[in-house]
Nanobody
Framework: QVQMVESGGGLVQTGGSLRLSCAAS????????MGWYRQPPGKQRELVAA???????SYADSVKGRFTISRDNGKNAIYLQMNNLKPEDTATYYC?????????WGQGTQVTVSS
């Protein structure tokens, strides 16, 4: 049973923008804190942003001021607006609860930023 479906990735030049979307199953979304994670090639997966049920947010220092996470509780969806993208943002991006639930991981969406 698919729990999370990420979309919106692509190839963009340095300084460009992308908006990622995540559609979650109702059971996976619920009233949980949700997060966007990323895994650069050859590196471990890391949390980049989280959004609490009522909308409070937190960000990794590396994306603060450039990325904005949001959620739509009525649609069981979260979003990640990414501006001023840098080559070091290149990664596969995933959504999950925060902290993550192992069997909720989806396929992710690839973001590639060219220099």
């Amino acid at each position: 049973q698919v729990q999370m479906v990420e979309s919106g990735g692509g190839l963009v030049q340095t300084g460009g923008s992308l908006r990622l979307s995540c559609a979650a199953s109702r059971s996976a979304f619920g009233g949980s804190t949700m997060g966007w994670y990323r895994q650069p090639p050859g590196k471990q997966r890391e949390l980049v942003a989280a959004v609490y049920y009522r909308g409070e947010t937190s960000y990794a220092d590396s994306v603060k001021g450039r990325f904005t996470i949001s959620r739509d509780n009525g649609k069981n969806a979260i979003y990640l607006q990414m501006n001023n993208l840098k080559p070091e943002d290149t990664a596969t991006y995933y959504c999950n609860q925060s902290p993550p639930v192992r069997h909720f991981w989806g396929q992710g969406t690839q973001v590639t930023v060219s220099s």
